[in-house]
Every structure is written in C-alpha cells, then in structure tokens.
C-alpha cells in the first residue's frame, strides 16, 4: 500500500542555518504530496504542496520539489529562524480529496 | 472565515464509558476526515465522507468506533466502550472545491484513565 517514509528528529539546527529534512514516498500512480507543520500548542497547518511530478511548491522560504524519478518530496530552507520550530509532516493523498497518509513527523528545534 | 472546529477540546473519561467528538467543518466543504494522533506516532486515518457517496470507513481501528455526517455539516465520531490505548488527539478536517488540500481543526484530546 501506499506510505510514506521521512528522516527521523529531532533535528536541532542554528538560526540561519541550511534545513533538508528528507521524504520518500510509495504509491500507485501519482499522488499529490504535501508538506504540514505543527507549531508547539496548535494544530496542523498546511505548509506547501505540489500535484504533479517536477511542481515545487513553496511557502514562508521552504520549498520541495516533487521528484519521481526518486520517489521524493523533501523539505528545504535556505535560513531558519527560532520560528521555525515546530513537527513538520510529509504527507501523499492519492488524486484530489484522498485521504492523506502522513509520514512519523520530523521535529526541528531551531537555536538562536 | 471560519476555520474547522471541534469539540470539546479535551475528555478525560473512563475506561469503558462511551464518548462523542464533534466536528464542524468549513462551511462548502464537502469532504471530511477523521485522522487519530497518539502520543509519539504519526497520524493515522481513520474515516472519509465526501458528498452523499458511502464513506471510506477503511481506517477505523475496531467496530467500536464509529462516525456519522449529515449531509456536508457536522461530523461526529463515536468511541464505545473506551479503552486505555484509544487515549489520542483526534482530528478532523475538511476540504472541497478546487483544491487538493484538507484543513485541519484543533483537535480533540482524549485521555482515558
């Protein structure tokens, strides 16, 4: 079935420092793919998303590019902030309103 | 507008009693999921409205949980007979039109003692 596979955390980084947290996934056909973040005390907000293979998507400076030819979704910023702390969470849904199957979640802590 | 909301934000219960969660999504949007969150692992799917088709029930744990929608409105998921490892936070979301997405609520935190 299909499943998704991210790098385990916590990450704990510098404030303005490179972020690559790594996310694989399985699936028949082409799901879309997603990226949600959970900031301490508040629920899921979607992040970034893309629907078709080589779509980046991006938000508040992360991006990730959908590759399939490496099955991959992974998650990038050029310069985190303290803000920046939170779960981040890669998830695939198959075509449009599928149910989303999210990877464990990868918590970064970023340090001033 | 307003985002998808649920209630009650915490239940703390025994083990055995049944409880109800409620979810009221945004307004239009004519799918909506339940998705659990224990401690230390990832979200899990548990069940799928959309319109007036039949639900993707395919995630539910056991036949003690349950959910109903009325229509594109309020969902409600129903825990009979609590057991210890049912203790999660439960969310639900929504989504509709266009878009691929699904917009969460806040969650409901279940403890069972």
């Known amino acids: 079935g299909n499943s998704v596979t991210q790098m385990e955390g916590p990450v704990t980084l510098s404030e303005e420092a490179f972020l690559t947290i790594n996310c694989t996934y399985t699936?028949?056909?082409?799901?879309?793919l997603f990226w949600y973040v959970q900031y301490p005390g508040e629920g899921l907000q979607l992040l970034l998303k893309?629907?078709?293979?080589?779509d980046k998507g991006s938000n508040k400076g992360f991006e990730a590019t959908y590759r399939k030819e490496t099955t991959s979704f992974h998650l990038e910023k050029g310069s985190v902030q303290v803000s920046d702390s939170a779960v981040y969470f890669c998830?695939?849904?198959?075509?449009?309103?599928?149910?989303?199957?999210f990877g464990q979640g990868t918590e970064l802590s970023v340090k001033p | 507008g307003a985002g998808v909301s649920q209630s009650p934000s915490n239940k703390v219960t025994e083990k055995g009693k049944d409880v109800e969660l409620r979810c009221d999504p945004i307004?239009?949007?004519?799918?909506l999921y339940w998705y659990r969150q224990r401690l230390g692992q990832g979200l899990e799917f548990l069940i799928y409205f959309q319109g007036n088709s039949a639900p993707d029930k395919s995630g539910l744990p056991s036949d003690r949980f349950s959910a109903e929608r009325t229509g594109e409105s309020v969902s409600t998921l129903t825990i009979q007979r609590t057991q210890q490892e049912d203790s999660a936070v439960y969310l639900c979301?929504?989504?509709?039109?266009?878009?691929?997405?699904?917009?969460f609520g806040p969650g409901t935190r279940l403890t069972v003692t």
């Open positions: 307004s239009g949007h004519t799918a």
């Open positions: 893309a629907t078709k293979a080589d």
């Open positions: 979301a929504s989504g509709g039109g266009t878009g691929y997405e699904q917009y």
């Open positions: 998830a695939s849904s198959k075509g449009q309103g599928g149910k989303l199957i």
């Open positions: 699936a028949t056909g082409y799901p879309s």
